[in-house]
């Protein structure tokens, strides 16, 4: 766990220097329930329990940042979906590609990167009065447009892996629609939870 947390602090600190852009950890821990000593927050959404890691933030050599942050959707014996939500800020301050990567009821998804379409200039002055979520919506819409039609693909298909076993001997398999929603509900925690002020603390 001290590992995570230096990763976490050079992380910001470099976030600082490239932009002034952070994450409030706190804020978004306190908005899933709230961190554990375990940096692992879980939560419930429509009667599905979840537990979010604690992002890690590392400095690109272009002055921007990776964000990665671990998702699982828990049952009553273990993590049977673990999601990564992975965000790649450029030095302006966008998420200039985004990526989902996803194993459920013994299948994998993986959205690829989905690259940002076009790219604003924004100045020193603009950074702080963005809004950072109207500016990433379509980002978001595209991310999920291409998970919906990873789960599409798969669907039909006929799995003989064992954790589709398992699925089939519960009754009924993990919806895909319901840790979509979640890993949704995440990723917009995680926006509104970007700004200026943190990378400068």
Do not use: C
């Not at 419930?44 to 979840?50: G, L, P």
């Not at 050599?61 to 828990?74: A, P």
């Amino acid at each position: 766990m001290k590992l995570v947390a230096i990763t976490l602090a050079l992380g910001l600190a470099g976030l600082s220097s490239a932009f002034g852009l952070g994450i409030d950890v706190e804020g978004l821990g306190h908005n899933l329930n709230g961190w554990q000593k375990n940096r692992t927050a879980t939560y419930t959404i429509d009667s599905q329990t979840y537990r979010t890691h604690v992002p890690t933030v590392t400095q690109n050599l272009d002055g921007g940042i990776f964000v990665s942050m671990r998702v699982e959707h828990i049952s009553a014996v273990r993590a049977d979906a673990i999601g990564y939500i992975e965000l790649t800020f450029t030095p302006s301050g966008y998420v200039g590609a985004s990526q989902i990567r996803l194993t459920m009821n013994g299948k994998k998804y993986d959205t690829g990167q989905v690259l940002r379409e076009e790219e604003k200039v924004v100045t020193e002055a603009e950074v702080g009065s963005m809004d950072w979520r109207t500016t990433h919506m379509k980002m978001v819409l595209n991310l999920f447009s291409k998970l919906d039609a990873e789960f599409a693909k798969a669907e039909g298909k006929e799995e003989k892996s064992k954790g589709d076993l398992w699925g089939r001997f519960k009754g009924s398999k993990l919806s895909e629609s319901d840790v979509s929603a979640a890993l949704r509900h995440n990723l917009n925690l995680l926006l509104a939870n970007v700004g200026e002020s943190y990378g400068t603390k």
